[in-house]
């Protein structure tokens, strides 16, 4: 595998400056980091989690106008400073277990001003803030958004393969995850629901209930911090009338998504052309159930951005959730300067579906039948 160390340190040492060009116009002394998705993003691609089910990761990163520390506890400074953020230029701090808490010993480090990226007495809160400066990604970001998309759909094609009826969602929850894991990815998101828990529910977490003939596959997949959120749909049998409306129906309104995006475009104007499509498809509440998506990458999804006037970049990536009662698109798409990629289907084998929109023709996932 190529050694992309000094890739990662250049990409690194571009985030710290966006940073601090960041604290000059907002006369801020320091910045405190301390969830998972901006260590990640700061350090070119750093995993500072230990608990799995937190967004805040066992180091604190202190960016001043002219230093940077990563201060953490001694089970983790030397590890992390090691293997997550190696010749960034980090003073490591360390403290014992019974030394305080980390993030009060971070801000006696940062100055006056200062922020953080959660909430923290002595700071202002500026996650938001950072979530805009990820945008637009680097070329090595690019690169590993491309990578984790077609490799999630190829994980996805390959389980595919191995489920069968009478299976538990339990039971496929617990392969779906360790094949996640033995492909080098964390999840962040899980959910595999079956027959009439996909039109009950819209987050159908896995249960004891066995699989009968209708499967809803989803996950949020991570790795250097970056998503890939995919969700597909196998049927056993040919699909009923119902499925394959709500399905037609779903996949019409994400192609007309994919083939309304260019930079520039406001993300409002993506949620009223939504509402209109579902309509179109006699669906007109179904927008309401729920969000609808928007830019990704360090972060999950960030859905409230289809509220705001902010606008499509390029080098951006998207996860769009389209749902009607019944099933849910969801793809990872890029936007290039060549126009928009569907990096977690350009080069799939899973069976795909022609779509013609009123700019023309374009292909989304089917349903996979078995």
Same mark, same amino acid.
């Given at each position: 595998?190529?050694?992309?160390?000094?890739?990662?340190?250049?990409?690194?040492?571009?985030?710290?400056?966006?940073?601090?060009?960041?604290?000059?116009?907002?006369?801020?002394?320091?910045?405190?980091?301390?969830?998972?998705e901006h260590f990640a993003w700061v350090t070119g691609g750093g995993d500072s989690h230990v608990v799995f089910n937190s967004n805040v990761g066992f180091a604190t990163l202190v960016i001043t106008r002219d230093k940077a520390y990563?201060?953490?506890?001694?089970?983790?400074?030397?590890?992390?400073?090691?293997?997550?953020?190696?010749?960034?230029?980090?003073?490591?701090?360390?403290?014992?277990?019974?030394?305080?808490?980390?993030?009060q010993k971070a801000l006696e480090l940062a100055g006056k001003q200062v922020a953080s990226d959660m909430d923290f007495p002595g700071t202002v809160n500026v996650y938001n803030d950072l979530v805009d400066?990820?945008?637009?990604?680097?070329?090595?970001?690019?690169?590993?958004?491309?990578?984790?998309?077609?490799?999630?759909?190829?994980?996805?094609?390959?389980?595919?393969?191995?489920?069968?009826?009478?299976?538990?969602?339990?039971?496929?929850?617990?392969?779906?995850?360790?094949?996640?894991?033995?492909?080098?990815?964390?999840?962040?998101?899980?959910?595999?629901?079956?027959?009439?828990?996909? *039109?009950?529910?819209?987050?159908?977490?896995?249960?004891?209930?066995?699989?009968?003939?209708?499967?809803?596959?989803?996950?949020?997949?991570?790795?250097?911090?970056?998503?890939?959120?995919?969700?597909? *749909?196998?049927? *056993?049998?040919?699909?009923?009338?119902?499925i394959r409306k709500v399905y037609d129906a779903a996949a019409a309104v994400e192609a007309r998504v994919f083939q309304m995006l260019e930079p520039g475009l406001p993300f409002a104007d993506i949620l009223k052309a939504q509402k209109e499509w579902y309509a179109e498809q006699e669906y007109p509440e179904e927008w309401r159930n729920h969000f609808q998506g928007g830019p990704t990458g360090y972060v999950i999804v960030d859905a409230g951005r289809c509220l705001t006037d902010k606008v499509v970049q390029v080098n951006q990536p998207y996860e769009w959730f389209i749902t009607v009662t019944g099933t849910k698109m969801g793809e990872l798409s890029l936007m290039t300067n060549a126009g928009l990629e569907i990096a977690s289907f350009a080069s799939s084998t899973w069976p795909g579906m022609e779509i013609t929109t009123e700019k023309g023709s374009i292909i989304v996932p089917d349903l996979l039948v078995r």
């Open positions: 595998m190529e050694d992309l160390s000094e890739r990662i340190r250049i990409d690194a040492a571009v985030k710290r400056k966006k940073v601090r060009e960041y604290l000059q116009q907002n006369n801020l002394d320091g910045l405190l980091i301390s969830t998972r990563l201060v953490a506890q001694s089970m983790d400074a030397q590890r992390l400073l090691a293997e997550q953020a190696d010749g960034q230029g980090y003073e490591l701090v360390v403290m014992r277990w019974y030394d305080g808490d980390v993030r400066l990820h945008y637009p990604l680097s070329e090595l970001e690019m690169e590993r958004t491309r990578w984790l998309a077609a490799e999630t759909d190829r994980l996805y094609t390959r389980f595919a393969e191995t489920v069968k009826p009478g299976q538990t969602e339990q039971e496929i929850a617990a392969r779906f995850h360790a094949a996640h894991l033995a492909a080098g990815m964390q999840v962040d998101v899980l959910i595999v629901g079956s027959d009439e828990r996909c *039109f009950q529910y819209r987050h159908p977490i896995p249960t004891a209930k066995k699989l009968e003939r209708y499967l809803m596959l989803h996950t949020a997949a991570r790795r250097w911090g970056l998503h890939c959120n995919l969700t597909r *749909f196998i049927h *056993f049998g040919e699909p009923g009338a119902q």
